[in-house]
């Protein structure tokens, strides 16, 4: 009997590493860990991927024209190579933000910035932690109003870029910061992975 149990053992673990975890699964026998090919590390785990939508409302707290109401919301896609050997991923991202300030307490204006970023993620040893670089394009809506003078209103493109770094609390949620130019300068968010 402990004859047979060895071979068992042996032919389960030479097909495990013949087949891979993925067809081992497919046959029903469970769950097997992938076994890593000799001399390379094993896969790394993220929580940061590709194919997965992530959406943040967001805070600025910082170098909005001096603006009470600073907030806005992003949502950004892991895009290309899902191998999770890769030393970081690409994603792609739209912004929509709105901050509202005055002008001496005398012209009240508001901003609707649109935009879209190019961001790259870092895979870093500790799985939780997501730095990220991005750049893209925004499109700023302005309005300016006073007391007894029309409404004016304007827009232009410009260029944005950040540097910021996600905390993931659990698998589909985060905490966040980044500094960047083009809509706010420091901003706090949460993110929703879905």
């Given amino acids: ?15 495990a ?8 699964a497919n046959l029903g026998i469970g769950a097997v860990s ?6 390379q590390p094993a896969p ?14 967001r805070v600025f707290v910082g170098g ?11 949502l950004e896609k892991g895009i290309g190579d899902p191998s999770s050997d890769a030393d970081g991923l690409w994603a792609v991202g739209v912004d929509f ?31 939780r932690i997501d730095p990220y670089i991005g750049a893209g394009l925004g499109y700023f809506m302005v309005s300016a109003s006073a007391d007894g003078v029309a409404a004016v209103k304007a827009s232009t493109i410009f260029f944005q870029s950040q540097l910021g770094v ?3 609390l659990t698998d589909a949620a985060a905490i966040g910061a980044h500094v960047g130019s083009g ?3 420091i901003a706090i968010s949460g993110t929703i992975r879905f």
Avoid: C
């Fill in 44 to 57: 790394k785990q993220r929580f940061f991927v590709s194919g997965d939508w992530y959406l943040s409302p």
């Fill in 64 to 74: 909005v024209e001096g603006g009470a109401t600073s907030f806005g919301l992003a």
């Fill in 17 to 24: 590493s013949v087949l891979g975890a993925q067809n081992i």
């Fill in 183 to 185: 809509i706010g300068n």
């Fill in 1 to 15: 009997m402990r004859q047979l149990l060895s071979r068992l053992v042996a032919l389960t673990t030479f097909t």
């Fill in 34 to 39: 992938p076994l890593p090919r000799s001399g």
């Fill in 166 to 168: 996600r905390y993931f």
């Fill in 97 to 127: 933000d709105y901050y509202k300030y005055s002008v001496m307490n005398l012209v009240n204006v508001t901003v609707l910035p649109i935009g879209a970023t190019l961001n790259y993620h870092f895979m870093l040893d500790n799985p």
